[in-house]
């Protein structure tokens, strides 16, 4: 635990700043208050989002969390204790799902096996009896779309998963959903399959401006497809936003610790129990990389790692063991090994308390270990004051 003195350090003077509002877009998707117990087990928790028009958004979270139900309860195959599902200013909260206009891709994409890749992508059409005309027009523009023309006259059991889940996705896109659901659709993939792939959709789903929603536990997922993300816990959600807000503004210690590797250095401000959180790669160790850093102490290099296109170390400051990622250069230029006295230094951290939330830092300007007020990001900047007497209050 670091100690009050050391503490204020890290907590900066700063003035209010204001940033411009982006132009907001039209609202395609709105779930408000949800919530839904299975027996006496609460399942989701006063759930709130909406989703923009062309927007992906990602709900994250452990298996349990509730993403799942909230999926379930969209599509219509399930009901809400409490709580209103808005599509494109309806509300279908009490709407069978095939009444719903809404789209779902499952993790086992759910083709007809006896049908070709053309059948199965018109198959929607055809149950609601659209003319032939307007079905094949519709099966050739998205075969070109989704790069499957010349495996038209396929059958599932000859494609690759990765084809298998872009006939899904054309599928489902053929009648024209109000929103997509995607029920962890990269599961069933090996990983090269799935990096592509997720390349392949996020591109897709720009290109035709469809909402769309994906549940997965993969963190790297969620940030690679995500315009936003919400982390879900135990039925709550416990921050919403985009990738490199939720990341590098976690609001919280699960969310920090969730996506990602994060440090978590405890003490001691005003009285008030602190944290600083900051991800390995935001640490820097040795004088050369210290300058424009805020320094954390000395430490002690307790493991070195060799992780391909980097390097992992563990480093003992004080009573707090943390974990650094170096890239090759850094290596390159300061070789380190177990049992090496190193100084440590942060480029950007988060500082979290009880009474204030997160206070997102960057150090990368530190000049007299006092930072300026156009170097420090304050998120719920009204729960803070700042003071010409002293670094910070805190209400």
């Known amino acids: 635990m670091l100690a009050a003195h050391q503490i204020a350090t890290f907590l900066p003077r700063f003035t209010a700043t204001t940033h411009e509002a982006p132009k907001p877009r039209r609202i395609a998707a709105s779930v408000t208050g949800l919530s839904k117990q299975f027996g006496n087990t609460p399942v989701l928790k006063d759930i709130n989002f909406d989703i923009a028009e062309g927007e992906t958004l990602v709900l994250l979270g452990a298996s349990g969390s509730g993403k799942t139900t909230i999926l379930r309860i969209i599509a219509g195959l399930e009901r809400p204790d409490t709580g209103r599902v808005i599509l494109h200013g309806r509300d279908v909260s009490d709407l069978p799902a095939r009444e719903r206009g809404v789209g779902v891709i499952f993790q086992s994409y759910a083709l007809f096996p006896n049908m070709t890749v053309e059948q199965n992508i018109g198959y929607g059409l055809r149950i609601r009896r659209r003319n032939g005309k307007e079905i094949r027009e519709t099966v050739d ?8 023309t010349e495996h ?4 599932p059991s000859q494609l690759s998963g990765g084809q298998q889940q872009r006939v899904a996705i054309a599928r489902t896109l053929a009648y024209e959903p109000e929103v ?41 997922e969620a940030l690679e497809l995500g315009d ?19 990341y590098d503004q976690s ?11 994060a440090n978590l250095v405890r003490g001691v401000h005003q009285g008030e129990k602190v944290t600083l959180v900051f991800r390995p790669e935001d640490v820097r160790l040795g004088d050369e990389q210290l300058r424009g850093c805020h320094q954390l102490g000395t430490g002690i290099v307790k493991e070195v790692v ?26 390159n230029a300061q070789r380190l090994k177990t049992g090496d006295r190193v100084k440590v230094g942060l480029d950007a951290y988060t500082v979290l308390a009880p009474l204030c939330g997160p206070l997102r830092i960057s150090a990368a300007s530190a000049v007299n270990d006092r930072f300026s007020a156009e170097n420090a990001e304050v998120r719920r900047g009204p729960q803070i004051k700042a003071s010409k007497e002293s670094d910070l209050l805190w209400n």
Request: overall charge positive; glycine content about 4%.
């Open 141 to 148: 523009r998205l075969l070109e779309l989704v790069r499957l």
């Open 180 to 220: 997509v659901l995607f029920d962890e659709p990269f599961g069933a993939l090996d990983a090269q399959t799935r990096t592509r792939l997720r390349s392949e959709i996020r591109a897709l789903l720009r290109k035709v401006n469809v909402p769309a929603i994906f549940i997965t536990h993969d963190q790297e």
């Open 251 to 261: 609001a919280s210690e699960y969310v920090a610790t969730f996506l990602g590797r």
């Open 228 to 246: 936003r993300i919400a982390v879900l816990n135990a039925g709550r959600i416990e921050q919403i936003g985009t990738p490199q807000e939720v």
């Open 152 to 155: 038209r006259r396929k059958y």
């Open 306 to 331: 060799f992780a391909g296109a980097y390097e992992r170390l563990s480093v003992q400051v004080d009573d707090t063991e943390i974990v650094v990622t170096r890239m090759k250069p850094q290596t």
